[in-house]
């Protein structure tokens, strides 16, 4: 069974970073995709960025291409390194992982079957 397991939000100001992890663990081969989502109050699931395992293919959503770079390192966790925070940042962000062979990230969050619990992300003015 698949598992995710997320760290790292927390409470920045305007301009702060803020590294998310997502530890993955279950996956019987290295097809697999990690996605990061994020929802604001009121506001859709969002898909912020991902990871494709296979070939390390990334994305980055244009909302925070500059700000925010997506990693992997060899224990299979993927990391969200978000830098000028801004208040539109704030949400929960959520880890998923989308298991068989992706050519690029898949855009849809119904392509992802597993999903982590959220972190918080809260930027201040």
């Known amino acids: 069974q698949v598992q995710l397991v997320e760290s790292g939000g927390g409470l920045v100001q305007r301009g702060g970073s803020l590294r998310l992890s997502c530890t993955a663990s279950g996956f019987t081969d290295q097809a697999y995709v990690i996605g990061w989502f994020r929802q604001a109050p009121g506001k859709e699931r969002e898909r912020v960025s991902c990871y494709v395992n296979s070939d390390a293919s990334t994305y980055i959503a244009d909302s925070v291409k500059g700000r925010f770079t997506i990693s992997r390192d060899a224990k299979n966790t993927v990391y969200l390194q978000m830098s000028s925070l801004e208040p539109e940042d704030t949400a929960i962000y959520y880890c998923?992982?989308?298991?068989?062979?992706?050519?690029?990230?898949?855009?849809?969050?119904?392509?992802?079957?597993?999903w982590g619990q959220g972190t918080q992300v809260s930027v201040s003015s």
């Open positions: 998923a992982a989308a298991d068989g062979v992706y050519v690029g990230c898949p855009p849809s969050r119904h392509a992802y079957e597993f």
